[in-house]
């Protein structure tokens, strides 16, 4: 009997390993594909696209930079990604501060009309939202980029922040009123402090998140010199297709390489933020 239960066990723990492994390289492999194919010339990928570079070449990244002007897009991009943060993560903590230490019930009720706005998809309001912003004359313009994705990204911070700032022993607060502070000095002296995971676990995806977004580029950017990075991908595969799938596979590694620099960087404090709590609801 017990044998049967550890072979069951075992083939158990087998199958959940050969799952993740499998999701692993569902991940991994589109990552490692451009690698395949940006060394070579149109000639070698056409006569042999799956195989090893016979010789390390750098031309396709710098013909890639100069063919859609990628430094043009990697500072409208910049901006785009500057704006999301500087606009997203300060109104979210101030809201997640407000909603944890100041509860009533008009807080609470404001508080879960927010919560209402995360669960409403961006493919819903696409052409409500362009009028929108056809009002206020942002159209294709990199403000009216990073305003709508501050407008989608803060119920969920607000949400993270909120949790996060719940946790904090309210006794310090207590502290600091009693020798004196207000309102604001305790919450940028104190709490905001103490928070830094949650900051910083907000800065890293805002960015990220700004960074790869191609659905509201497309929508709401229609002049070429205020494309991003995901639009010019794009607009290079629209202009050659794939007889120069080298030179394509250059741009998407530039395309990719400063969210990936970023992770690698900023890992740690990712996983450290998670782990404190900050995505708990």
């Known amino acids: 009997m017990r044998k049967a239960v550890s072979v069951r066990s075992k083939l158990t723990a087998f199958l959940i390993t050969l799952f993740l492994v ?18 070579k010339t149109r000639l070698e ?3 042999h696209p799956w195989s090893w570079p016979t010789e390390i070449r750098w031309t396709n990244f710098i013909e890639a930079w100069r063919a859609i002007q990628i430094g043009q897009g990697l500072l409208n991009t910049i901006f785009v990604c500057l704006g999301a943060i500087v606009c997203t993560v ?6 997640g501060y407000i909603f944890a230490r100041y509860r009533s019930k008009v807080t609470e009720v404001i508080f879960y009309f927010i919560l209402a706005g995360y669960f409403v998809p961006v493919q819903m309001v696409l052409i409500p939202l362009y009028q929108l912003c056809g009002l206020l004359n942002i159209t294709d313009t990199l403000p009216g980029l990073f305003l709508p994705m501050t407008a989608f990204g803060i119920p969920f911070w607000t949400i993270i922040y909120r949790s996060f700032f719940m946790r904090l022993p309210n ?14 000095n305790i919450f940028l002296r104190i709490m905001l402090p103490l928070a830094k995971p949650a900051t910083v676990l907000a800065t890293l995806l805002v960015f990220m998140g700004a960074w790869s977004d191609y ?8 002049s070429a010199q205020n494309y991003t990075m995901q639009l010019r991908i794009a607009q290079f595969m629209n202009q050659y297709g794939v007889d120069h799938m080298p030179r394509y596979a250059a741009a998407t590694i530039i395309a990719a390489a400063p969210t990936v620099i970023l992770y690698i960087i900023g890992h740690r404090w990712i996983i450290q933020s998670t782990l404190a709590g900050a995505l708990k609801g």
Request: charged share 10%; proline share 6%.
């Open 215 to 222: 659905l509201l580029s497309l929508i709401m950017i229609n």
């Open 22 to 39: 499998l999701l692993a390289l569902a991940v991994i492999l589109p990552l490692l594909l451009p690698f395949m194919f940006v060394f």
């Open 90 to 95: 300060p109104a979210a903590a101030m809201a």
């Open 171 to 184: 006794e310090l607060a207590e502290a600091a009123r009693i020798d004196g502070a207000g309102h604001t």
């Open 45 to 47: 990928y056409n006569y």
